[in-house]
Nanobody, 125 residues
Framework: QVQLVESGGGLVQAGGSLRLSCAASGRPFSNYDMGWFRQAPGKEREFVAAITGSGITTYYADSVKGRFTISRDNAKNSVYLQMISLKPEDTAVYYC??????????????????WGQGTQVTVSS
């Protein structure tokens, strides 16, 4: 198991930027693939971005491609989500998630078994 704590959420105007951080503890961090998900009110939790344990490979949802960047610093046991050109539809609770690597390339909620408590991101128009 790995424990995850997100930070960096807040209120920002449309077109603005935010950087989310997720601090991990409990197991060798580099053993885990990491992901960011978000959940808007009344909607299901959805995949945003993912990064492999080495940090070499990243994946993005089409809705954030070109605007969001996922990165990690294994020396600091942290993963980040840099968000630019934010839109009101990006408003959600953002969650950090971890999993041991799986053989197939899929990013369902159920494929991650470690979750943070979430951080609220609100984008005003």
């Amino acid at each position: 198991q790995v424990q995850l704590v997100e930070s960096g959420g807040g209120l920002v105007q449309a077109g603005g930027s935010l950087r989310l951080s997720c601090a991990a503890s409990g197991r060798p961090f580099s053993n885990y693939d990491m992901g960011w998900f978000r959940q808007a009110p009344g909607k299901e939790r959805e995949f945003v971005a993912a990064i492999t344990g080495s940090g070499i490979t990243t994946y993005y949802a089409d809705s954030v491609k070109g605007r969001f960047t996922i990165s990690r610093d294994n020396a600091k046991n942290s993963v980040y989500l840099q968000m630019i050109s934010l839109k009101p539809e990006d408003t959600a609770v953002y969650y950090c998630a971890a999993r041991v690597p799986i053989p197939n390339t899929e990013f369902s909620v159920k494929s991650y078994d470690n979750w943070g408590q979430g951080t609220q991101v609100t984008v005003s128009s």
